[in-house]
């Protein structure tokens, strides 16, 4: 059925059939016993290496837990 549609695809298109997929648009696709896996890790590691992140430090809430924001203190922002 799969080679069926490549030929049909063909038929009309201008193709060219590269084997399994790796990457695509920076996703990262593995084929698994229950599917295809998709994953953008290299991605982001590739975006974090470009910002010169790479030694920070990974925080799970990326704001402090300790402070307490209220509407009725603290100056307004404005634009």
């Known amino acids: 059925m799969l080679q069926r549609l490549i030929i049909l695809l063909s038929s009309e298109f201008k193709l060219q059939d590269l084997g399994s997929i790796h990457f695509f648009l920076g996703i990262e696709v593995k084929s698994t016993s229950m599917g ?7 991605y982001t ?9 790479t030694s920070c430090k990974p925080v799970a809430t ?6 307490k924001l209220s509407i009725a203190s603290g100056t307004p922002y404005q634009t």
């Open 36 to 42: 295809l896996l998709l994953s953008q890790h290299k």
């Open 45 to 53: 590691l590739d975006i974090i290496q470009r910002a010169g992140m």
């Open 62 to 67: 990326p704001l402090s837990t300790s402070l």
